[in-house]
């Protein structure tokens, strides 16, 4: 538990017993009073004072015990001694505004805050790392070195040569090849940041409910609470290979269109729209009826694991099944549950191991950069290939450059005319 | 006495002060030009050609202002061509090869001509100033004139030194004074000064070269103009020019020499030198690898006895430059007649300045071309006639005026300077300019010339061939979509005159040109546009004349003291100073946000 602002040493004198011991950046063992003085919980207190913290300014910091009473109470005495409850990401956001961290680095912190599984707390550290930042740093250094010959061969064109337009193309598309890869990152870092969604679909009695706490029950370790957002739909969170993957629950709607409300209907359907995965429960012992069927073509189109349960208790509907190849079992077993987390893996993030180590887009902003500079690139690729003229091609270059310099921070003109300078004799 | 009462005096006669003097004149504000030597007004004391790339474009932008440049260049072209012809309409350039004496005389007779236009003989040694600004200069022999608005154009003059192996002069070019005294006056008033250095090549006589062991470059067949208002006929004679180059002998005369340069082995230069401009020492130097390096062999006029040796640019002694003069194929027996010299002087930080170049320091004062650290002909002019504009507009209380970056190469040029400074000579260059494909040669017209009639720059006669090119140009643009044949010309290799017979008036080639590019990059320039929408919203958030930087700890500290030094007027502008990133610049949007909110609830 941290605390920060002018006012901590102030709130730390009532807070903390006995408060003389602080010393800034020495872990103190101490007692932490309520507003009477009374003791609550044993702690260890470190003062950070301004500018050396991670705000930049003065920050106390608390290791209280785990218990959620405990840590309630604690808060409820530092806001009794003048503290306020911080906004969302306002610790970041004070540390940006004085100078302690750089805006990429802001919003890796600002992921790390985020980060609720291993898997993503892992990614946001590799980028931390600025694993990242170099590998955009060395694709826009090679498109630079590509444009710096396009345009000192328009500034000067007695004395740099002409660029061949194939072998200019050539080396475009080796970096458009790893610009793309460098994309299909950015799915895979939503994924680990922000986990899978999984809406739990399919008729009354298909078993949705019971497959939702076996799922919860193998991963009891794992699970946090998460408030449902509508009494209704049950929300409950597990891993999958470290991924955090939403269950969202519409048991209780029932999918026979005739006798459901239309609100009800309403719901399951948002659900499943907002829901990065259907997931279709049917009861296998039983031939498919006409609700069933749409359900089946509602979810067609998009990312679905389909489960046939009941499938021990017979095979009527698990055949007619057959073609949409399903996982069959009985939520009983612990083989069918392992089929369905890797039915859902696949389904969330095609089931790749993930690489943490390696750079990986994580925020929208970096996803937005890469792209715009892909965009760019193949625009330059088009003009190359219609024939156009090069100052086209340059223009495009100049986008690309700027768009990644987005994420790194750079200005493109004087960075590539220094360029041409290094690399060209140039002057009459 | 007349003299003593102009509403604009403009100190100095290059390109930078022949536009500024005329156009504060043609603006009707009595003007006095005060120069050392009235029949050396644009001498063209370095290379003889005007334009180029990006500097063309400059050229048609001045023009179509309403300047002089472009026809003083047309009156006196005796070798024209386009550049980058194949690269595209958004980079190709006009250059011109220029008679030098023809050039001097023009402008001469240009500034003669003009009505409210004084030239006046004598070096200024000091600026009279009060409370209230500037109120006139005084000259080295004790005579004053005064005015609210005084231009500085002076060029390489200030402290000017030449350099000739460890032949030091005090020289503001080829055997002329250097400005002592004003360079040390502008110091007492609180402006820093900086030492730059920049250097010519020798000239040879015409008449001892070879011209068949060097390659031919050879001038268009066709007149090319860089203004409306000349004649459609050649001033003369065309020219062809000639290239050679260096070869082991010459740079090891470089390498055995080394130690006689006042820049290597001397260390006599302080001044920082323009990479685009490097020496032959530099070349050989910093290119060790190049076996060889180009020389571009120039007439310097029609009559004239000389030829530019461009690319040659050196400050050894003139013993050493004739013997590698002799190693250059077609050279070999070249007589030299004026030996190349490296030049320093002192220039004023363009960060002194706000956007319309009046110093920050001291009301009513200008400063445009070499003062503000830029080199060229074409910048000089170009800031020249800027400069020119604001000051006769202050004189008559009227509003200065801005050329945006998206409106051409003058406005990158001035919001470059005046928001990042300069670290060495600064030349424009088409990679400065984001907004280059709608910066073109063919449309600048359309970009300024209603601006510069706004001002009054652009007479009738000029306007009205404005308005029929305008006309003409929007008809056929509507006539090519009507009849569908925009898709047809946007493919690259269609030109105008695979159409021009389904054109209904038949166009001349230069309109029809001037539709095809239109056509070809609408969809870019489009594109461009909304881009510019998106800056002009950074652009329009004002940054406080006196907002404090130095309170903003979360700026990295380099952000910090540049913004502090600089004080850009918009965070536009902000985010443009080299070590602002955008982290800072966001930073700078939340203070500035916060800053504005309490503004309003005190």
Redo the contacts between chains.
């Keep these: 538990m941290r605390l920060s602002g002018p006012g901590v040493l102030a709130i730390a004198e009532r807070l903390v017993q006995p408060s003389r011991s602080l010393r800034p950046g020495r872990a103190r063992l101490v007692s932490i009073a309520d507003r009477k003085g009374a003791a609550i919980d044993r702690a260890i207190a470190i003062l950070w004072c301004a ?1 050396h913290s991670y705000t ?1 300014e003065d920050v106390l910091e608390l290791q209280v015990h785990g218990s959620p009473v405990i840590v309630r109470e604690v808060l409820e005495a530092s806001f009794a001694a003048g503290a306020r409850p911080a906004k969302p990401g306002e610790f970041t956001h004070r540390a ?4 302690k961290i ?3 680095a802001a919003q890796a912190v600002g992921d790390l805050i985020a980060a609720e599984s291993r898997a993503s707390a892992r990614a946001a550290l590799a980028n931390l790392g600025g694993a990242l930042a170099r590998e955009v740093q060395r694709l826009r250094a090679a498109l630079r070195g590509l444009l710096e010959e396009l ?1 000192g ?7 740099v040569p ?1 660029v061949d337009p194939q072998r200019f193309d050539a080396a475009l598309a080796q970096i458009e090849a790893q610009l793309g890869r460098l994309r299909a990152t950015g799915e895979l870092g939503r994924v680990m940041r922000e986990g899978v969604s999984v809406a739990i679909v399919g008729p009354p009695n298909a078993g949705k409910s019971s497959l939702l706490n076996a799922l919860l029950g193998e991963e009891r370790a794992l699970v946090s609470e998460v408030a449902g957002t509508t009494r209704d739909t049950i929300e409950e969170s597990i891993a999958i290979d470290g991924v955090i993957v939403r269950l969202i629950d519409t048991a209780g709607i029932r999918m026979h269109a005739d006798r459901l409300e239309a609100a009800g209907i309403a719901r399951t359907l948002r659900a499943l729209d907002e829901a990065h995965i259907a997931l279709v429960v049917l009861d296998g012992s039983l031939a498919l009826d006409e609700p069933e069927r749409e359900v089946l073509a509602q979810t067609s189109e998009r990312e679905r694991v389909l489960f046939c349960n009941k499938a021990d208790l017979g095979d009527t509907g698990a055949r007619e099944l057959a073609a949409y190849a399903p996982v069959v079992g009985s939520v009983f077993a612990h083989e069918t549950l392992a089929a369905i987390r890797t039915a859902i893996a696949d389904a969330g993030w095609h089931g790749e191991s993930i690489d943490l180590s390696r750079p990986h887009l994580a925020t929208a902003a970096e996803i937005a950069a890469v792209e715009a500079a892909l965009e760019a690139l193949g625009l330059a690729r088009a003009t190359l290939a ?7 091609c ?2 495009e270059l ?1 986008r690309a450059i700027a768009a990644l ?2 994420v790194s ?6 960075e ?2 220094d360029g ?2 290094a690399r060209f ?4 | 006495m007349k003299e003593d009462d102009a509403g604009v005096i403009v100190v100095g006669g290059g390109h930078a002060g022949i536009e500024a003097a005329h156009a504060a004149a043609r603006l009707g504000v009595e003007t006095l030009l005060v120069t050392g030597d009235p029949e050396k007004i644009c001498t063209l004391p370095c ?1 003889p050609s005007i334009g180029g ?2 500097k063309g474009q400059i050229v048609r932008e001045i023009d179509a202002l309403g300047g002089a440049m472009g026809m003083l260049a047309d009156a006196c072209s005796l070798h024209a061509r386009f ?2 012809e ?6 190709r350039a006009l250059r011109a090869q220029m008679d030098k004496p023809s050039y001097n005389r023009a402008a001469i007779a240009l500034l003669r001509g003009q009505p409210g236009l004084t030239i006046v003989q004598g070096m200024v040694e000091e600026l009279i100033v009060d409370a209230s600004g500037v109120r006139g200069v005084r000259r080295a022999d004790g005579r004053c004139h005064r005015a609210g608005r005084v231009v500085l154009a002076t060029g390489t003059f200030l402290g000017g030194k030449t350099f000739r192996g460890d032949v030091i002069a005090a020289e503001g070019r080829f055997g002329e004074a250097p400005a002592i005294g004003l360079s040390a006056a502008l110091r007492a008033l609180g402006f820093p000064t900086r030492r730059l250095k920049t250097g010519t090549p020798p000239r040879i006589a015409r008449d001892s070269v070879d011209r068949s062991a060097m390659r031919t470059q050879l001038p268009s067949a066709k007149r090319l103009r860089f203004s409306y208002r000349s004649s459609l006929d050649f001033p003369g004679e065309q020219l062809p020019c000639y290239v050679t180059e260096t070869n082991e002998r010459t740079h090891r005369l470089v390498r055995e020499n080394l130690h006689r340069s006042p820049l290597y082995g001397l260390d006599l230069i302080r001044g920082i030198g ?5 020496s032959i020492e ?2 050989v130097i ?2 060790a690898h ?1 076996p060889s ?2 020389i ?1 062999i120039e007439p310097e006029g029609w009559e004239e006895p000389t030829l530019y040796v ?2 040659f ?1 050196t400050s050894l002694p003139s013993d050493v430059q004739l013997e590698m003069l002799h190693t250059l194929p077609g050279l070999e027996l070249c007589s030299m007649l004026r030996a190349g010299y490296a030049v320093e002087y002192d220039m004023v930080p363009p960060t002194e300045l706000d956007e319309t170049l009046q110093t920050r320091r001291i009301a009513g004062l200008y400063h445009c071309g070499q003062l503000n650290g830029t080199s060229g002909y074409e910048e000089a002019a170009a800031q020249g006639i800027v400069a020119g504009i604001n000051a006769a507009r202050a004189a008559q209380g009227k509003s200065a005026i801005r050329i945006a970056r998206s409106e051409g190469y003058i406005g990158v040029m001035i919001d470059d300077l005046v928001g990042k400074g300069v670290d060495e000579p600064y030349r424009m ?4 300019a ?1 907004h ?2 709608l910066l073109r040669h063919d449309n600048a017209d359309l970009r300024l010339t209603p601006l510069g009639r706004q001002m009054g720059l652009v007479d009738d006669a000029m306007w009205d061939g404005f308005e029929r090119r305008r006309t003409a140009l929007s008809q056929a643009l509507s006539f090519a979509h009507k009849e569908r044949m925009t898709k047809q010309l946007r ?3 269609i030109v105008f005159a695979d159409v021009a017979s389904r054109f209904e008036p038949q166009l001349d080639d230069e309109t029809g040109e001037r539709v095809a590019i239109e056509v070809k990059l609408s969809g ?1 320039a489009e594109r461009e546009r909304e881009t510019i929408e998106r800056a002009r919203r950074l652009e329009s958030v004002e940054i406080p004349e006196a907002f404090d930087y130095a309170g ?5 500290r380099e952000a910090r003291e540049k913004l502090s030094a600089q004080r850009p007027r918009t965070l536009g502008s902000a985010g ?1 100073i ?1 070590g602002v ?3 800072d610049v ?2 700078l949007s ?1 203070w500035l946000h916060r800053a504005a909110r309490e503004h309003e609830m005190p």
């Design positions: 500018p930049g940006f505004l004085n100078g750089e805006l990429s345009a061969a328009i500034d000067f064109p007695d004395e002409d219609a024939g156009d003229p090069v100052d086209l340059a223009g100049q310099g987005r921070g750079e200005q493109v003109a004087e590539i005319i041409i300078f004799c140039i002057g009459k | 290379n790339s990006a550049l980058n194949s690269k595209g309409p958004a980079v323009p990479r685009y401009c490097p530099d070349k910093k290119f190049n390096h180009q571009f461009g690319g640019s260059l088409s990679s400065r984001e280059r494909l493919r690259p290799e870019y903003i700890a979360a700026l990295s443009r080299p990133t955008p982290s966001a930073i939340v």
